[in-house]
């Protein structure tokens, strides 16, 4: 008994909210599945790591993170040789965020190159 009151009250002081239906693995978080509380914004679209009850609370350890950019997507880049810009078509390699580098692949050329993914969700490649 102890136990359980000791760990709702750890619930109480973490940021939390409690999921109105249950949610399956992997199944993306959206306003229908959480109740509206006040960190529910933190939970939006961000993936369940496990299978989650009807009623239970939700914290951020049992959700993947959430990534501007997932392995597979299409995306703008551009090759920067000084003054000159190219612009190619790429392939994400690994999931990241706005500000972070990223590796992409040309299908074209074959080659895989890696740069920073910009607020626009294109990819800045510097060669020098």
């Known amino acids: 008994m102890i136990i359980k009151i000791l760990i709702f009250s750890l619930m109480l002081n973490s940021e939390c909210v409690m999921a109105t239906k249950n949610i399956p693995f992997n199944k993306e978080i959206t ?3 959480i109740e509206n509380t006040t960190y529910y914004y933190k939970f939006l ?5 496990r299978f ?3 009623g239970e609370c939700i914290t951020e350890t ?3 993170e959430k990534y501007d950019v997932r392995v597979g997507e299409n995306l703008k880049a551009y090759l920067k040789f000084g003054n000159i810009k190219i612009g190619l078509k790429v392939i994400s390699l690994n999931n990241t965020k706005i500000g972070n580098r990223i590796r992409v692949f040309n299908k ?3 080659k895989v190159f890696e740069g920073v993914l910009n607020e626009n ?6 060669i020098n």
């Open 31 to 33: 306003i229908d599945l």
């Open 45 to 49: 679209g961000r993936k369940a790591k």
């Open 52 to 54: 989650i009850n009807k």
């Open 62 to 64: 049992v959700l993947y």
């Open 108 to 110: 074209d050329s074959g």
């Open 121 to 126: 969700r294109e990819v800045e490649i510097n």
